[in-house]
């Protein structure tokens, strides 16, 4: 299964915040849109991404003054990104292999989407599903 098949089925929409904002603002987003991380955008650019566990480490580490501060200060700014052509498998490797839960989607250096580690678990559980019933259909059928 390829990451596109995912975004069709999920959607292409991806909450965003700027370099600028302040992380009790990026808190209030992720609390309101219910998502685990934000894409930080500065210019229609990916410049990092911001996910509960960056907020969660500032926190502990600067206590509540933490809010006031810039996303930018506390975002990822190394980031993975996924193509819309890549296999659920290829990802699932990258993100095991570097701890994260999500990947912006790009092509053609646009933002089209993003996915969670919990997208591609859905996707290869239901393509694993597909298969077994493949499967059984034909050893009925002989």
Known sequence: ????QILKSKGDLVFTVAPGETLASAAALLHTRRVGALVVLEAEQVVGIISERDLVRAVALSGAAALATPVSRHMTKDVLFAEPGETVDSLMGRMTDRRIRHLPVCKAERLVGLVSIGDLVKAKISE???EADGLKAYIAAS
């Open 1 to 4: 299964m390829l990451v596109s």
């Open 128 to 130: 694993v599903e597909a």
